[in-house]
């Protein structure tokens, strides 16, 4: 056994029962130890004591400082980049040893002089110095590398430390050259035409600009030189000259290297001839489009149309004839093409009736082409006609009513003329009547219209025998005073109407006084009833109830009295309803009625002293609102009966666990409580009523009273989560889930202090039960700062390794099963590279990290590498270039397809959150974005992107200790809220978030540090308002078989703080999981300790259970023995 500084002075022990007689102690830390060694025969003492014992002191000092390597500080020429080949650059390096040790120097160059490979330029010396004389050969980019060491480290054939700078070997610069100075089109020219002068010069050196100057002289320009088009990289110029002559042109060219602005490295001067401006041809011009005969003609004509045009050039005029009308389809047609003939005869056919309009083009051939005109005329509205007979009268056929005669006066009749006419002309229709109505003489009821229909809307006076007539005419015979042809109808009968007798309506039966009345007592029914023709009306009275055996009964019967009255006996108390039917004796017989009315529900109560219904003033819960969903609470009716009756409580509830439909969930019952034992699922808003009766007033499908209570809150039962315990310690987690369950990924050093730290993983189900733990890297190697995503139905984990020196970056790929699949190196640069997140992107993966490849100046910078799905490299970029410490970015996709990179930065003074924007191919959007400006430290981003909102959660000090905190974000970063998310006294540290999509649960795994170690922990991102108000904690200082073992419990009240529980339970299993009688005893507020010894390998459950701070805490954690 050992005790001391490292095993936190308590005994611990280090090498277990064996017949070997010595122990190998490497210590780890300073200080007074002390070594305890049992002995025993196997005969005497059991193994769990000793025969004999001895206990030695030891005391060990600090280790003695390392010799450390040196470092190269600086690596610069005493000439900047660029130089021109010939130039001598003497390379200087800066390195510093903390020890004094000696320096050596070794110089490389690597360039276009050694095809591009490192080629060694100076030995190892102690001369930190290089001179480098450049050459031809060395023009283009080139890199000088120093490597360094103190003899105490790296061999000859490598480095302590190394510095690489870019530097630019440039060949002399040359003026460029003019080749070639051309005008299109070429001289002469005649003044107005559009000139474009094009100079063509080439520069001998990359890169150079050539810049060009144009200059004009000639008449325009008084014979002198004129700058037309001043410097600039354009090398052409347009010239429309203005005025006749001979001119110059002369281009200046340079490549601003040589000659100045006001020179030239070359130039070149053509002439060109301008002449005098031609005067231009004239088209033609057409006036005239005329017919030989005038319109109209008789379809079948012979027609010659004429145009009259003119040129005032004398050019020959070519022409096309163009027609519409209805031998074209009405479109227009060429009926002549180009020619020189100005005429064109149009022989028609009888068909061709119809307007037709003409159309003739001019053209000299020296303007327009074929398919367009110089001038144009038309000629519209040209008529061919054919003759036609004699029109002839319309003759009048029939007049007939809509409804046959006889009708009753007041009726509604239509009368129809039906007329024919040879030629199809509009006819016109004038009505006639005679009759009663019209003091029997002839009467214009509908004068001339198109309308062939007259409607006789009749009325109840106009009864007798009618004639009517009809005139037809269509306007082209006899005039309006007249007519062309008639038609009449005579005889048609209205009779006189008869009168109906209508039933009587009762709308009212009515007592003279209200129920509910006293049996014995006397009640006068009336009904209220009126005959529409005032006939007298005849009542019938029907009464049921307790006094006639609850049938019905004819009270009083048919008479003219609309009133009947009811006197009643004591002992008729009851229900009652009352029924009236009334007639006239014209429509139904005296065993029907014309109409009837009733009045249901009468009371008559006995005539004793009134029994009064009870009162519920107040329904209260026993937890005020909001609950948790799970809990159970207490519901008490407060009522009161002013008899002293007993009373009855029937409870209701409506909300999500009832489908928001009202439900008795405790029946009639004479208990005024009603304890709900809600469910972890019922998570949501309710309402409850209580109904109340005495059974002396209403039934049991009523109520005497009711009292409810609405917007009672259960919220969701979010727990938190202890994934992990044990006495190593647990970090950085990096948690993923999927439909079946989620995936932790994390560092360990459970395998021991040999290891450095190892991967592992553990795969839960959606309840947070442990399902798999699989140790990922086995290696005595350094490894942490796991990131797990689930994609394509794998798990992949990046994860940061030193196994080859430095550290780098590789990722594993598991199947479901966790198998793994394959391992990839992802980083190789010789400088470390730390803090991976990966994401998957269609089929590439995106990978932020830390790299310190630009040099300790920086302090780290943040990087992201995209690779396709075979791991192959596409592109990186540097997303932070500042000289300020960055680390621990997290990136995401987002809804609008862009990548975000989440990071932490001193910039500002203090550690804050930034984030930066890059589409697919890694190309910058916008400017780094701060998010957050506290004083006080913000570290540890975690960002994810779910729902149409940017979450993000991040460790901050601005409390005390650090706590998480949740910002979320729109999708333009306009913030929605920012919650504490935790708040215990220790550090919670390493968030990292995760959407459960079956679940719609955004998760956050952490590290909680307390000050005695580190474990992990899984809740929901949210609001610590919404979070259950308690919950407890376990860890384990040992987790060897048959070995002491020290439990500690710690217990979380509502405020996030330590708080000492009370009805305190812990169990375990399987038995051997605690071997001693020792129960859990308080060491402080909040925190309990067992000292125990574990029992044979496996598995070992611990539960505790308490209730913290007036909740229910309970949390259940296994360990494995080993």
């Excluded at 080629?119 to 480098?132: D, H, N, Q």
């Excluded at 209508?502 to 209200?514: E, G, K, M, S, Y």
């Amino acid at each position: 056994y050992l005790k001391g500084p490292s095993t936190g002075d308590a005994w611990q022990q280090v090498q277990d029962w064996s017949a070997t007689n010595f122990w190998d102690w490497v210590p780890a830390q300073q200080g007074d130890y002390e070594v305890n060694v049992w002995v025993r025969d196997g005969k005497h003492a059991g193994p769990d004591s000793w025969d004999a014992f001895k206990v030695t002191p030891f005391t060990v000092n600090p280790a003695p400082a390392p010799n450390e390597p040196p470092k190269v500080t600086s690596l610069a020429p005493d000439k900047a980049s660029p130089q021109n080949a010939g130039t001598t650059a003497v390379w200087t390096a800066s390195a510093t040893d903390t020890d004094g040790d000696a320096i050596y120097y070794r110089f490389f160059l690597k360039g276009p002089a050694t095809s591009n490979n490192w080629v060694e330029k100076r030995g190892w010396s102690t001369t930190p110095t290089w001179s480098w004389t450049t050459t031809a050969a060395d023009e283009g980019n080139n890199q000088v590398n120093v490597w360094i060491r103190d003899g105490n480290h790296a061999a000859s054939d490598s480095w302590d430390d190394f510095k690489v700078v870019d530097y630019v070997v440039t060949g002399p610069n040359l003026p460029p050259v003019f080749n070639s100075l051309t005008p299109n089109p070429t001289s002469p020219q005649n003044v107005g035409a559009t000139i474009r002068w094009t100079a063509d010069a080439t520069d001998p050196n990359p890169g150079d600009v050539v810049q060009y100057k144009f200059h004009l002289k000639g008449p325009s320009t008084g014979g002198a030189w004129q700058v037309v088009q001043e410097w600039s990289t354009k090398n052409w110029w347009d010239w429309k000259p203005s005025q006749q002559g001979d001119y110059e042109v002369n281009v200046w060219i340079r490549d601003g290297k040589h000659a100045g602005a006001d020179s030239w490295d070359a130039y070149k001067i053509t002439p060109f001839k301008v002449n005098p401006a031609p005067t231009p041809n004239r088209p033609p011009t057409v006036t005239a489009l005329t017919p030989n005969r005038p319109s109209p003609q008789i379809a079948g004509a012979t027609i010659t149309w004429t145009a009259t045009a003119s040129d005032p050039d004398g050019d020959p005029i070519l022409y096309r004839f163009w027609m519409k009308g209805p031998a074209t389809g009405n479109v227009w047609k060429v009926v002549r093409d180009w020619s020189n003939s100005r005429t064109w005869t149009w022989s028609t056919s009888p068909g061709d009736i119809g307007q037709y309009d003409f159309c003739v083009y001019v053209r000299d051939g020296k303007h327009q082409p074929a398919g367009r005109y110089d001038d144009c005329t038309g000629y519209r509205g040209y008529h061919l006609i054919t003759i036609r007979p004699p029109n002839q009268p319309p003759v009048a056929t029939a007049l007939l009513p809509s409804w046959s005669s006889p009708q009753v006066a007041g009726s509604t009749i239509t009368w129809t003329a039906f007329a024919a006419d040879p030629d199809m002309d509009l006819l016109f229709f004038k009505f006639w009547l005679r009759g009663p109505a019209t003091g029997n003489v002839w009467k214009v009821v509908r004068d001339w219209s198109t309308s062939n229909i007259w409607t006789w809307s009749t009325s109840s006076g106009d009864a007798g025998l009618y004639d009517v007539y009809v005139y037809v005419r269509d306007g082209k015979h006899n005039p309006p005073t007249s007519y062309d042809s008639s038609k009449g109808y005579g005889g048609y009968l209205l009779t006189a109407p008869v009168p109906v007798n209508r039933p009587p309506v009762v709308t009212a039966i009515a007592p003279n006084r209200p129920s509910p009345q006293t049996s014995g007592g006397t009640i006068t029914w009336t009904a209220s009833a009126s005959d529409p023709d005032g006939d007298p009306i005849l009542y019938r009275f029907w009464f049921r109830g307790p006094s006639t055996g609850n049938a019905w009964k004819v009270v009083q019967d048919w008479s003219n009295s609309r009133t009947w009255t009811w006197s009643s006996a004591s002992g008729d108390a009851g229900l009652y309803d009352v029924y009236v039917y009334v007639r006239d004796g014209k429509h139904e017989p005296a065993t029907r009625y014309d109409s009837a009315v009733g009045f249901g529900g009468y009371q008559l109560t006995p005539p004793v002293t009134i029994n009064r219904p009870p009162t519920v003033t107040a329904l209260s819960p026993s937890r005020p609102s909001p609950q948790t969903a799970g809990s159970t609470v207490a519901w008490t009716a407060t009522a009161s009966d002013p008899d002293g009756d007993p009373i009855l409580y029937r409870f209701w509830l409506r909300g999500p666990s009832t489908g928001n439909a009202w439900k008795v969930v405790q029946d009639w019952s004479n208990s005024r409580t009603w304890t709900w034992a809600s469910a972890p699922g019922d998570a949501g808003e309710y309402s409850l009523y209580v109904y109340v009766r005495d059974g002396k007033h209403e039934p049991a499908t009523r109520y005497d009273s009711a009292t409810g209570y609405s917007g009672y809150q259960l919220i969701r039962s979010w727990g938190i989560y202890q994934l992990t315990s044990g006495d190593a310690a647990q970090d950085r987690p990096s948690l993923v889930s999927s439909a079946d369950g989620h995936l932790l990924a994390y560092q360990s050093w459970e395998a021991g202090d040999s290891y450095n730290g190892d991967i592992f993983l553990k795969m839960f189900d959606l309840g947070w039960s442990e399902i798999q733990k699989v140790r990922a890297t086995t290696d005595p190697a350094y490894q942490d700062t796991p990131s797990a995503i689930f994609a394509d139905g794998y798990y992949y984990v990046a994860y940061v390794s030193d196994e080859t020196g430095n550290w780098d970056i590789f990722v594993k790929k598991y199947d479901r099963n966790l198998n793994l699949i394959e391992t990839k190196r992802l980083t190789t640069s010789p400088t470390d590279q730390d803090s991976p997140s990966l994401i998957r992107v269609g089929s590439d993966f995106y990978l932020a990290y830390q790299s310190w490849e630009t040099g300790s100046t920086f302090g780290g910078d943040i990087f992201v590498e995209r690779f396709n799905s075979a791991w192959t490299p596409l592109r990186k970029v540097r997303v932070t270039n500042e000289a300020s410490y960055q680390d621990k970015p997290s990136i995401a996709l987002g809804a609008d397809d862009r990548i975000y990179v989440a990071y932490a930065s001193d910039e500002s003074g203090n550690m804050d959150v930034f984030v930066r924007k890059y589409d697919r191919n890694l190309n910058s959007l916008e400017p780094k974005r701060r998010i957050t400006t506290s004083s006080s430290n913000q570290d540890h981003p975690s960002l994810i992107i779910q729902n149409g909102e940017l979450d993000l959660v991040y460790s901050s000090d601005e409390a005390g200790s650090y706590d998480l905190y949740l910002e979320r974000f729109n999708p333009g970063w306009s913030p929605i809220e920012r919650v504490r998310v935790t708040g215990t006294p220790g550090d919670e540290v390493y968030p990292s978030l995760s959407f459960s999509p079956s679940e719609g649960i955004l998760w956050v795994a952490y590290v909680l540090q307390d000050g005695v170690g580190g474990n992990i922990f899984v809740q929901p991102a949210a609001s610590l308002d919404l979070m259950a108000s308690c919950w407890a904690s376990m860890d384990f200082s040992a987790t060897r078989a048959n070995s002491p073992f020290t439990l500690t419990v710690k217990f979380y009240g509502p405020s996030g703080a330590l708080t000492d529980p009370t009805s305190l339970r812990l169990t375990w299993s399987p038995a051997d999981a605690h071997l001693t009688g020792s129960t859990l005893r308080k060491v402080s507020t909040g925190t309990y300790r067992l000292d125990s010894r574990l029992g044979s390998p496996g598995p070992k459950t611990f539960t505790v259970s308490a209730t913290v701070g007036g909740c229910r805490a309970e949390s259940a954690v296994t360990v494995l023995v080993a």
